[in-house]
């Protein structure tokens, strides 16, 4: 590893201080999987000059209800997240989703926020939290911003984040907590496996109809993306096998995929079909057993 | 450079590194502590694997100065001057090594899971080493291990 300045920041402003004084080669440490790795092999033109450790920033961690809804701080592990009672309670795909990320050893190490600033389009964290509407709040030098999560990626490993700016945490919206989702992975192994395909699907149930379904597509487009082709049609619609299957087909027209050593384009827009369909399903079982109790 | 002062093994220890030195450099290098093993070096391989702060992590993934302060259990903090480990001596017995690479991050792994989860299920054993690559046994024989020590451990 190259030679570089470590400051340790003692909270969010500290943090963002130290990015605005020392901007812009300058890069953030959270829970180090991916930036180590980054700092040992990426190019040397990517190299930064001074690494801020924000792991000790104790205000950008937490797991709880505010009046906007369930906040999740950028520090949060992956871990943290598969043993947090509520989300356990109210959000189980988010656990689901946090379980198909690395080991042991990289989900105690990697936080949420991580995840998400790195933008990776096959992130597992990605896809549920946009079936959840969910809003990302931002710190930087002229105070906080919140964006929908949808807005905050640019296209692959890029953010809105600006240079002296750092995310603080996520909400999932009080309306979508508890709001039955569902996620799935297709990788080409079970451990450690980047995803092919990453799926996840929420609606709330009206009488026997979708209300509000949202659909988040990973791996699929140069960001995780929504699938609105799918969304539109289910609106409305009787809660059916059949409509299910039709979301997931609508679904393919909205993503991109692309054909790499992993998989084939082709191949990646039939799992976009199933694993759609079958998050809608696993969406709705979750419904009928909390119905069930 | 970092100062860092940490506790490792239950000992009170300080080093000044260069910023970029990371948790496995500073123990194997400041140290002499060698169990923990640089294999990969991007997180995937697991043979640096230690506990900090009761966490499983990969030392690799870690830079010395995310450290300071912290509580570090290496696999030289397992074994006594005259006893192995329970975990290593039941590894020992049923051979659950071969070239012994991968076996400090292994038996850390084992040792985390036993300490979170006494009676833990075969997906659980497989889930807690799938961080753990080893490529001389299949793993088969670190499964029965496991289950070996938490049957003994039940019936102590």
């Known amino acids: 590893m190259r030679a570089f300045e470590f400051y340790a920041a003692r909270d969010a402003s500290d943090a963002v201080a130290?990015?605005?004084?020392?901007?812009?080669?300058?890069?953030?440490?959270?829970?180090?999987?991916?930036?180590?790795?980054?700092?040992?092999?990426?190019?040397?033109?990517?190299?930064?000059?001074?690494?801020?450790?924000?792991?000790?920033?104790?205000?950008?961690r937490g797991i709880e209800m505010i009046d906007q809804g369930l906040r999740i701080g950028a520090l949060v592990t992956h871990t943290e997240i598969m043993s947090s009672p509520i989300i356990r309670e109210q959000l189980p795909a988010l656990v689901d989703a946090a379980h198909t990320i690395g080991a042991v050893q990289t989900r105690n190490l990697g936080t949420l926020g991580g995840n998400l600033v790195t933008a990776v389009p096959s992130m597992d964290s990605g896809?549920?939290?946009?079936?959840?509407?969910?809003?990302?709040?931002?710190?930087?030098?002229d105070?906080?911003?919140?964006?929908p999560i949808t807005q905050f990626w640019t296209g692959p490993r890029k953010t809105i984040l600006?240079?002296?700016?750092?995310?603080?945490?996520?909400i999932i919206p009080k309306e979508n907590v508890g709001k039955p989702t569902h996620f799935l992975k297709f990788g080409l192994r079970k451990g450690q496996a980047l995803a092919l395909v990453n799926v996840a699907a929420s609606f709330h149930v009206n009488g026997n109809t979708f209300k509000a379904p949202r659909i988040g597509l990973g791996a699929v487009a140069p960001t995780v993306v929504t699938a609105p082709s799918a969304e539109g049609f289910l609106e409305g619609k009787p809660i059916t096998p059949e409509n299910m299957a039709e979301a997931g087909k609508l679904a393919v027209n909205d993503a991109k995929p692309i054909n790499d050593f992993r998989a084939s384009a082709t191949y990646r827009r039939d799992l976009i079909a199933v694993l759609t369909r079958r998050a809608l399903e696993g969406a709705y079982e979750l419904h009928m057993k909390r119905k069930a109790k | 450079m970092v100062s860092v002062s940490l506790t490792i093994n239950g000992e009170k220890r300080d080093a000044e590194v260069p910023s970029e030195t990371t948790l496995l450099k500073l123990l194997r290098e400041s140290f002499n502590l060698t169990g923990a093993k640089l294999g990969c070096d991007v997180g995937d391989c697991g043979a640096c694997t230690v506990i900090v702060d009761g966490k499983l992590v990969n030392s690799c993934l870690?830079?010395?100065?995310?450290?300071?302060?912290r509580d570090v259990l290496t696999i030289e903090g397992l074994a006594t001057a005259d006893n192995l480990h329970p975990i290593q001596r039941v590894f020992e017995e049923k051979g659950s090594l071969q070239c012994g690479f991968c076996g400090p991050g292994v038996i850390m792994s084992a040792k985390w899971l036993l300490d979170q989860t006494p009676n833990p299920s075969v997906p659980e054993i497989r889930d807690a080493l799938s961080g753990n690559l080893c490529r001389c046994t299949g793993y088969t024989k670190m499964i029965e291990a496991i289950q070996t020590i938490a049957r003994d451990r039940a019936t102590q």
């Open chain 1, 18 to 60: 130290l990015l605005a004084q020392h901007g812009p080669k300058v890069k953030v440490l959270a829970g180090g999987t991916d930036l180590l790795a980054d700092l040992k092999f990426a190019a040397a033109s990517h190299h930064p000059h001074v690494v801020v450790d924000i792991s000790r920033a104790d205000d950008l």
């Open chain 1, 127 to 141: 896809p549920t939290l946009v079936a959840l509407d969910a809003i990302v709040t931002i710190a930087g030098p």
């Open chain 1, 143 to 147: 105070g906080k911003r919140q964006v």
């Open chain 1, 162 to 170: 600006k240079t002296s700016e750092i995310l603080v945490d996520v």
């Open chain 2, 62 to 69: 870690m830079l010395a100065g995310q450290a300071d302060g």
